[in-house]
């Protein structure tokens, strides 16, 4: 189910990815570290911009993703690739002679990132080129709470979907913010030339399919947690497994930021 989702995330996000691609301006040679590899989607495309001289090393503390990631890349071809199971916040000798670190939708599943990202910029050589890519759930959620209070009501679900993800992350000691907050956090930790935008998703049938895969991957601790109760969490399956109305606002955003150290 995850491996569905990721999936599916990966053709929403191909855009942005790509531009932040553009952003970090890789070369044929350049050695270049993915924090949290998972199943390798973000991966094929930074191995499309390598070439036989380029390496990538994919880290992530899961070996069942690593498994897929290296299904995922197997004849994909050019440069050299390795896949490191580690904890990314260990910052490990995989970030040695890095020319490039990037990740995408990782920061937010690390407590205090902002500390993270401090000693990531003092452990890389000087000149490394560091970007990441990272959800927004909050944002939106504040013209989703205007149209409503305009009327609206059948919008319910779009922010009980964003609300339901911001006390998730809070309940697990995770930052939901980071994307916004990302580009001041580089410039205070001492990153220059920093990059930065922000995307907007339009609520489609693959907005809702994500949404509903996500609900049926995380149910289980949303009830633990007390976040929603099963009779809710139906109730947003079966809002989402419908056919999206036309005329939807936007439920969540991505933030793309780049930097040198």
Known sequence: MAQRRLERQDQQLSEISEHLLDHLQLRPNDRVVELGTGSGNFA?????????????????FTQRLLDQARRNLDGAGG???????????SLG????????VTGRTILHHIPMVETFLGKLRARVRPGTRVGFVEPEFRLPAARIALLEEQGRNELAPLRLWAEGIVRYY???????????TLPQTLDVA???????????????HRICENALLYYQEIGARYIELNIMSPEEIE????????????DLPTMWGMHYVSGVT
């Open 44 to 60: 094929r495309r930074i191995v499309r911009r390598l070439g036989e001289a380029g390496v990538l090393r994919g880290v992530d």
């Open 190 to 204: 001492g990153y220059r030339d920093i990059k930065f935008g922000y995307y907007d998703f339009p609520v489609d």
């Open 235 to 246: 109730q947003q399956e079966r809002y989402f497994s419908r056919e999206p109305d036309q």
């Open 79 to 89: 440069p050299q690739f390795e896949l490191i199971l580690d904890d990314i916040q």
């Open 170 to 180: 809070q309940a697990s000691g995770l930052s939901p913010e980071i994307g916004a």
């Open 93 to 100: 000798t995989w970030l040695d002679l890095a020319d490039v």
